[in-house]
């Protein structure tokens, strides 16, 4: 897929709105985000940017299976029922995807249940709410001087524990939220101007080289 028409990628998030509502996910899900392009009223819709607040698992509140030891027993991948829950993995297991490690990848995980195989979607992951790290990321990347691991901080909260924002979805097919460009978003997080455009140039260049689904997890 080249992109999004603004109706129909909005009409995706609400499909995935509805989806984390309605299945069990490897991991719970406190927030989903829209942010980027799709936020801005941009028509086409290159790429659809969501973010996924999550739990950690730390402990597993599956049901238990009858005569079941460990989980992760019935399956090449480790951390069944400790990284994701073990029911989920059972009802889904074409969807259990691992790290590097052979260890359940909760990011990795979401992202196979939620997305298709070659959407135009980047699948941001972690336990922190979006905007404390759109502030955590930008430090790191500051630090760094890796502007490619910045969160574009110009979002909207489309679902929250349990319930979905109207007026959102509203405005994202009304494209009425009125947001700045990226180098002015990064100028009010703090960066210099010079710093900001160079950081937005960085961004841009970073998300015009992604294709299909990609996924990027982390914990603060």
Known sequence: M??????????????????VEADRMPVPVREIWAFGDVALGVDPVDRLDI????????????????????????????????????DWAAAYPHHL???????????????????????PIHLEV??????????QRLRGATLREDYTQLLDPRGVCLW???????????????????????????????LESEAATAAAQELHAWREQQDGVTVRGDVV
Do not use: W
Not at 10 to 16: K, Q, T
Not at 107 to 113: N, Q, S, T, V
Not at 126 to 135: H, K
């Open 51 to 86: 973010y996924l607040t999550k739990d950690i698992l730390v402990r597993d509140d599956s049901e238990p299976t009858p005569g079941e030891t460990d989980a992760s027993e019935a399956y090449d991948v480790d951390g069944v029922g400790q990284s994701v829950r073990a």
């Open 2 to 19: 080249s992109g999004f028409d603004r109706r129909d990628a909005v009409d995706r998030l609400e499909e995935l709105v509805d989806t």
């Open 160 to 190: 929250a524990d349990g319930t979905r924002s109207e007026e959102a979805f509203r405005k994202l097919r009304e494209s009425e939220l009125a947001l700045p460009t990226l180098s002015a978003a990064l100028e009010m997080l703090g």
């Open 126 to 135: 972690c336990n922190a709410s979006f905007e404390d790290n759109v502030t």
């Open 97 to 119: 995807r691992a790290n590097a490690n052979g260890h359940a990848a909760p990011e990795k995980c979401l992202a196979a249940h939620l997305l298709g195989d070659d959407e």
